[in-house]
């Protein structure tokens, strides 16, 4: 009894100092962008906590910033990103799951190599082939770029979430009458719709965090990401703490939503073949 | 007859996209280091390369994400015995664990460089507090190395642990008892129960991550610029400032040469258990 007593006190303080860890540096971010800047970048010595909380820092900075570009072009490639998963992904996603098992792990074997590819190995071809088809910096040609990164996770969530409806549900539907892709898009995507949504979303998060593809195929017209590793190579702190605000404060919502999804078995998914 | 092609129409477009955006670049990469505009099949680009610190930028590759996958696994196989268990504010605490998973590298690196700024950094604050001296976090290359490595576990531990967890669900409880029974402490237990059940998760995660440490990008970018001096940064620098391209191409390919034969490491070792 006493034993385990003791390992519970263990448990708490790793957690303690884990919990710690992970805060940290958030908390960093939240103080540069909240605390007057005599407290922060101004310091020798930062202070610890807020010396007082100011909203000026990030009004300073997108007034003197284009924020409102950046953030619509990171939005627009991620919503396009999250789409081309579920267009490409959900065919391909059924296609598996209706293959013999030796066909099918070769293919997931060829999706698995895609994320192995460097981003940059890819990127710097591409952005010669981008230039003449007219998709260098331009929406359309970053997320179809980002897709790759995107794509292969996707595939593997959309057959899990596949494979979990009953087959009887599907043969059920044809022996009614129902054609192929009517099975497919009105029956088997609406019972499949946590799997698909949460490919969607985590789709939308990995471009809008998405930086090689980024820096390579859209200098010119730069997502936020881009936007805040430029402000810091430039120091301009305080333009890049509020960019990274705005960056970072979706993508902790969402995880949280995804929580349930983000789950080592999906995030494995495929690979176990 | 007709019935067995319908799933490969299905996969049709995913694969045609991989081939055209990532196989076929990949090659194209690939061939044009082996080039020069004067001439064909040549290994001048990687001549120059080795005089440009190729050797220096695959070491420092490898350190770091030996290094960096070191404690990623450590804290991992930590958070992930912690998780296992039942305790209050469970749920709190993973929603919170996983939040470094979603925030941007970009922003986890503007973080950082503010935690570990030489003058006015939020670290040597800290230290200030215990009475400790300030440091220099870049004053020599293993603390450049530690600096990059700590920030980028910090994003990537929840990852490996999530999938460490996964592994560790699947393994029965029944066996911890029946070990406890025969005597076997937690270590005893961690290494003959835990460690040979979770081969295959340990494969995935080392893949996973092992791959996309061959690839950090931003995050140096951002911490210490273009020196010291990776595969990436390198083929980056190379692309962005150089006249010739060709450098960039040879030293992806390098990049490429060493994730690949990483990843068939693994595998190939996973196989041989």
Known sequence: MNNSKLSRTGLYIVIFLVSLAVIYPLYVLFLIAFSPVRYTLDARYPLQYPGGLTLTNLLTAFKGFNLVGPALRSIETAFLVG??????????????????????????????????????????????????????????????????????????????????????????????????????????????????????????????????????????????????????????????????????????????????????????????? | MKEKYIPFLFLLPALLYVAYFSFYPTASAVYQSFQTPHAHFVLSNYKGLLYFGLSEAILNTLFLSAGALAIQFAVAFVVSSVLIREFRGKSVFTALFVIPFGVATVVAGFSFSNIFATTGGYANSLLRIFGLPPLNWYSSWGMDMLTIMVSDSWKNTPIVALILLAGMTSISPEIYKAAALDGAGPLRRFIHITLPNLKGYIAIALVIRGVSEFNIFALPLILVGYRPVFLTTMTYEFYSTTASVYYSYAAATVLLAFVLAFSLLVIKMRENH
């Not at chain 1, 790759?148 to 059920?172: H, K, M, N, T, W």
């Not at chain 1, 054609?179 to 949460?198: E, F, M």
């Open chain 1, 83 to 273: 789409a081309i998963a579920l267009v490409i992904g959900i065919p391909a996603a059924y296609g598996l799951s209706k293959l013999p098992r030796r066909q099918a792990n070769t293919i997931t074997t060829l999706l698995f190599l895609v994320n192995m590819l460097p981003a940059i190995v890819i990127a710097i071809p591409i952005s010669a082939q981008f230039i003449s088809a007219h998709l260098y910096n331009t929406v359309p040609g970053l997320a179809l770029a980002q897709e790759l990164v995107v794509l292969p996770l996707s595939v593997f969530l959309l057959l899990g979430a596949f494979d979990s409806i009953p087959r009887d549900l599907e043969y059920q539907a044809r022996v009614d009458g129902a054609g192929l892709l009517r099975t497919v898009y009105l029956i088997l995507v609406p019972l499949a719709k946590a799997g698909v949504v949460s490919t969607f979303l985590l789709a939308w998060m990995m471009s809008w965090d998405e930086f090689t593809f980024a820096v390579i195929l859209s200098p010119i017209n730069p997502t936020l990401p881009i936007v805040i590793y430029e402000n810091i190579t430039r120091g301009n702190i305080l333009a890049s703490s509020a960019f990274a605000l705005i960056l970072t404060l979706p993508v902790v919502v969402m995880t949280m939503l995804l929580q349930r999804y983000l789950k080592g078995e999906f995030l494995a998914g495929g690979l176990n073949g």
